[in-house]
């Protein structure tokens, strides 16, 4: 079970890597995906995945994204 969580995490990477980089999808909707993916297959918790909005600096990022995301449409 360990090498499917391993490669799981790798192949996430990989996933935002490549969506950045050839713009495939938006940056909000690629890491929502990727956060999604890591909390169904059980590598990061609820608890973990909400401890990330606790943090000033991730609400303030997030925010610009949304807010970059908004003036380019």
């Known amino acids: ?11 996430v990477i990989a ?9 495939l999808f938006g940056v909000t909707f690629t890491f929502f995906i990727s956060i999604l993916v890591l909390g169904i297959f059980g590598i990061l918790t609820p608890a973990e995945i909400l401890s990330g ?8 990022i ?8 908004a003036i380019r449409q």
């Open 15 to 23: 996933f935002i890597l490549i969506s950045l980089y050839k713009e």
């Open 53 to 60: 909005f606790g943090n000033e600096q991730i609400a303030v």
């Open 1 to 11: 079970m360990q090498y499917f969580e391993q490669f799981l995490v790798v192949s």
């Open 62 to 69: 997030i925010m610009l994204l949304l807010l970059g995301d």
